[in-house]
């Protein structure tokens, strides 16, 4: 997702991306490959579950609220899972989110992305009809005309 090209077990280790959501191996200047893609996506994942970033910086000390400052949050600061989260979706969080590339959910190279499939987390999904584009979404807004903008709150459409 994140470089064009790449195939299993291909690296690169060009500085790009959202600065929420790089991973620290891109902080770090190492080689990456997918890992960065299953980080992305668990940064993602935390932030519709909680409501929030993992990695809010709330204060007004201007000198918190930089680009680097984020950087170091991502790279050092511990991750915390909100209560309220199921089990399963603690651990699915706790293993898109973990530090260390070679032990991230979906990165390990004996079992990759199967370890994803078959997490409790996504156990309710047929993988064969989402390949196929057959699977049906779990909410499905009713659209009243071409333009739909029923679903969004009246803030973005006014």
């Known amino acids: 997702m ?12 060009t500085f ?3 600065p929420n959501y790089i991973a620290p191996e891109i902080l770090r200047r190492e080689e990456y490959g997918f ?3 299953w980080w992305a996506l668990g940064v993602l994942m ?5 409501g ?8 007004d000390n201007p000198d918190m609220n930089t680009e680097d400052y984020l950087f170091q949050v991502i790279l050092e600061k511990p991750i915390r899972i909100p209560r309220f989260l199921s089990v399963k979706a603690s651990h699915v969080l706790k293993g898109f989110l973990n530090k260390d590339p070679k032990e991230r959910l979906g990165c390990w190279p004996q079992t990759g992305f199967s370890d994803i499939k078959f997490h409790a987390f996504f156990r309710s999904i047929d993988w064969d009809l989402l390949e ?9 807004p009713q659209i009243t005309d071409d333009y739909g903008l029923d679903n969004f709150d009246t803030q973005f459409t006014s």
């Not at 935390?46 to 909680?50: D, K």
């Not at 196929?132 to 499905?140: G, I, R, V, Y």
């Open 2 to 13: 994140c470089k064009e090209g790449l195939g299993p077990g291909d690296t690169t280790s």
């Open 35 to 37: 890992s960065v893609d």
């Open 16 to 18: 790009c991306g959202t």
């Open 132 to 140: 196929k584009k057959q699977a049906l979404p779990p909410f499905q």
């Open 52 to 59: 929030r970033s993992p990695f809010d910086i709330i204060t």
């Open 46 to 50: 935390f932030e519709m579950m909680a």
